[in-house]
């Protein structure tokens, strides 16, 4: 079975570090991309950046760029989301989400993660 | 960026009915999806490349256009398709979502 597992949720402080994972299983790691997506409570989908595990690449959304950080280990199927700062306003659900690397392939984002819902408060 | 638009915002529907929820993008693309999201769970991909239904989805779900204009249509909705549908083009990075279409049961 594909499977992206994600913790559930991390409670945090203002100004705290935090790093969240995907943990992909029942697939070749290295063949699709990883994707976030970020979801404040009550609101819309947004698209924060994608991360090639094959050759580590990653590309941001301009309003992500220098705010998060993606990464991924290859070798233990792991995709990171990653905070230096944490502020109130980054509190939201993060969606992982896979997509087929080659285009010619691509049919979507199609296995999703359950979602790490991220409290930031004082 | 390439902006998504949808409409209508809500959409009410009694079970039985067809329903349809349009996308409108800032500019031509070919590599438009849709989601659902239900209630408290995580997105479902419901179609890609326009028209194309993801596996396990049912026939009654079907997407439609090019260009700059799309349609999502389900014929006889069931209690089970409440929930958010989002467009999202996947044509240029940034992949961009639209707002959403609050699809509800009577």
């Known amino acids: 079975e594909v499977r992206l597992v994600q913790a559930r949720a991390e409670v945090k402080r203002p100004g705290e570090s935090l790093k969240i994972s995907c943990q992909a299983s029942?697939?070749?790691?290295?063949?699709?991309?990883i994707g976030w997506v970020r979801q404040k409570p009550g609101k819309g989908l947004e698209w924060m950046g994608i991360?090639?595990?094959?050759?580590?690449?990653?590309k941001y959304g301009p309003s992500f760029q220098g705010q998060v950080i993606i990464s991924a280990d290859r070798f233990i199927n792991t995709a990171y989301l990653q905070w230096t700062s944490l502020q109130a306003s980054d509190t939201a659900t993060y969606y992982c989400?896979?997509?087929?690397?080659?285009?010619?392939?691509?049919?979507?984002?199609?296995?999703w993660g359950q979602g790490t819902t991220v409290t930031v408060s004082s | 960026d390439i902006v998504m638009t949808q409409s209508p915002l809500s959409l009410p529907v009694s079970p039985g009915e067809a329903a349809s929820i349009s996308c409108r993008s800032s500019?031509?693309?070919?590599?438009l999806e849709w989601y659902l999201q239900k209630p408290g769970q995580s997105p479902q991909l419901l179609i890609y490349?326009?028209?194309n239904r993801a596996s396990g989805v049912p026939d009654r779900f079907s997407g439609s256009g090019s260009g700059t204009e799309f349609t999502l249509k389900i014929t006889k909705v069931e209690a089970e398709d409440a929930g958010v549908y989002y467009c999202?083009?996947?044509?240029?990075?940034?992949?961009?979502f639209g707002g959403g279409t609050k699809v509800e049961i009577k």
């Open positions: 989400a896979r997509g087929e690397a080659d285009l010619n392939l691509y049919s979507g984002m199609d296995v």
């Open positions: 029942g697939y070749t790691f290295t063949k699709y991309w």
């Open positions: 991360i090639y595990p094959s050759d580590y690449l990653v």
């Open positions: 500019q031509s693309l070919h590599y």
């Open positions: 490349k326009v028209s």
């Open positions: 999202m083009q996947s044509l240029q990075i940034p992949l961009t």
